[in-house]
């Protein structure tokens, strides 16, 4: 089965508000005691993906 690539085009202040979503579910989920393997996935692939500048 094919895997689907999904796209999203974000601004600089919704680029910050999802980082700074993920480190506080991931401080969230350490304060917990729980495993935060799911979120350091996102997280690192999120602040590599590729950035391209569009005109709207």
């Known amino acids: 089965m094919k895997r689907k690539d999904y796209h999203i085009y974000l601004d600089e202040q919704e680029y910050s508000q999802v980082i700074q979503s993920l480190v506080t579910l991931k401080n969230n989920l350490i304060a917990q005691g729980r495993y935060t393997d799911a979120?350091?996935?996102?997280?690192?692939?999120f602040t590599k993906a590729r950035k391209k500048k569009i005109t709207v």
């Not at 979120?39 to 692939?45: C, G, N, Q, R």
């Open 39 to 45: 979120v350091d996935d996102v997280l690192i692939k």
